[in-house]
């Protein structure tokens, strides 16, 4: 069965757009098809201070996996990508590349490790600009 599932990109650390890029084509192989990319938009460190500015996007994919196989996918392409910490107890840092599930069809999951809708996406203008931007 088909999914539509909207992901959010983050990227402060190296070359930042050329990051998004290769996560979205490590999303491509792992996850599924991308039907739809916003833009790149450019956002300062939200929850933590850092010199170094984001760039995000949203994309939008059709997959087949189950909510905590796409959360373990995910976390595969940003491990792979060379991001060594997680945040933790709310504590964010520098990261080459971040991916956050936010909406997975019209699905409420609240997890210890896995919540859906993404709790904190509509304080985060980073996210919710780029969304709407592909929402449909």
């Known amino acids: 069965m088909q999914h539509t599932v909207y992901l959010g990109l983050g990227s402060n650390l190296g070359n930042k757009q050329a990051n998004i890029g ?8 792992l996850i599924g098809t991308v039907e739809r990319q916003s833009a790149l938009y450019v956002s300062e460190p939200w929850g933590f201070r850092s010199s170094h500015n984001f760039v995000n996007a949203v994309v939008r994919v059709s997959t087949t996996l189950a909510p905590l196989a796409l959360l373990r996918a995910t976390q595969q392409i940003e491990r792979n990508m060379g991001r060594k910490k997680k945040s933790t107890d709310g504590i964010y840092h520098d ?15 609240d997890e210890p490790d896995l919540k859906i809708p993404h709790p904190l996406m509509q304080q985060r203008p980073f996210v919710m600009i780029p969304l709407k931007e592909i929402l449909e």
């Open 22 to 29: 290769q996560a979205i084509r490590k999303i491509e192989e």
């Open 95 to 109: 990261r080459i590349i971040d991916i956050d599930i936010l909406l997975y069809d019209d699905l409420t999951i």
